[in-house]
């Protein structure tokens, strides 16, 4: 079972940034990936960014231009870089990953078997 810990949410004004931080533990298989979803109070989950195993890069149309994924230089880490943050940012974000001996797993519509606690994003206008 691959193990989610989340870092970084917090509280910020409109117009300001943060970054959230991922560290997966208990990866089985070398092939993995990786992504970030998000939940507001009263609306559905949506996926916000993902790296899939061939590495390409997902965004919501949401973040696009304002929101940077990338891998780690620590081995099995993902970050999330939210600039210009707006109020409709706020919500729970969750790391998610699943892993494959081979073949594909990524995306936004993916059904990723492994989440994080979750990191509390709150933006004030």
């Known amino acids: 079972q691959v193990r989610l810990v989340e870092s970084g949410g917090g509280s910020v004004e409109s117009g300001g940034s943060l970054r959230l931080s991922c560290a997966a533990s208990?990866?089985?298989?070398?092939?993995?990936?990786m992504g970030w979803f998000r939940q507001a109070p009263g609306k559905e989950r949506e996926g916000v960014a993902s790296?899939?195993?061939?590495?390409?890069?997902t965004y919501a149309d949401s973040v696009k231009g304002r929101f940077t994924i990338s891998r780690g230089n620590v081995k099995n880490t993902v970050s999330l870089e939210m600039n210009s943050l707006k109020p409709e940012d706020t919500a729970m974000y969750y790391c998610v990953a699943d892993e494959v001996l081979w073949g594909f797993c990524g995306g936004l519509q993916y059904p990723y078997p492994s989440w994080g606690q979750g990191t509390q994003v709150t933006v004030s206008s």
């Open positions: 790296i899939d195993t061939n590495g390409l890069i």
């Open positions: 208990g990866y089985t298989y070398s092939r993995n990936c």
